[in-house]
Nanobody, 128 residues
Framework: VQLQASGGGLVQAGGSLRLSCAAS????????MGWFRQAPGEEREFVAAISYNGDSIYYSDSVRGRFTISRDNAKNTVYLQVNSLKPEDTAVYYC??????????????????????WGQGTLVTVSS
């Protein structure tokens, strides 16, 4: 299984980016997907997750209302639209494949241990 994240870059506060994560080697449409991020010197944290068919979506409190997760199963790709960026959003963003098609409760969807495969990450830097 391979996950290739892209779309990161340097952006000014208030700006937007669209992160993409292309998957191969597994039936993408059968699994939920998630995005996490890790800021310098910090632990990796949950950002958003989406069920296999998009019917269930979760966001962390810090990004809700600014970020949007979506997926295109025909393209084996999950997206993270990040808007109204703040300097504290600066981090490496990782996509990951969940262990099942459904997310279950938020508590489970936000746990790293529930994800089987991880991409290499894409760096988002937000300048003030």
């Amino acid at each position: 299984v391979q996950l290739q994240a892209s779309g990161g870059g340097l952006v000014q506060a208030g700006g937007s980016l669209r992160l993409s994560c292309a998957a191969s080697g597994r039936t993408f449409s059968s699994y939920a997907m998630g995005w996490f991020r890790q800021a310098p010197g910090e632990e990796r944290e949950f950002v958003a997750a989406i069920s296999y068919n998009g019917d269930s979506i979760y966001y962390s409190d810090s990004v809700r209302g600014r970020f949007t997760i979506s997926r295109d199963n025909a393209k084996n790709t999950v997206y993270l639209q990040v808007n109204s960026l703040k300097p504290e959003d600066t981090a490496v963003y990782y996509c990951a494949i969940y262990h099942s098609s459904a997310l279950g409760a938020y508590y489970y969807a936000a746990r790293e241990s529930r994800y089987d495969y991880w991409g290499q990450g894409t760096l988002v830097t937000v300048s003030s």
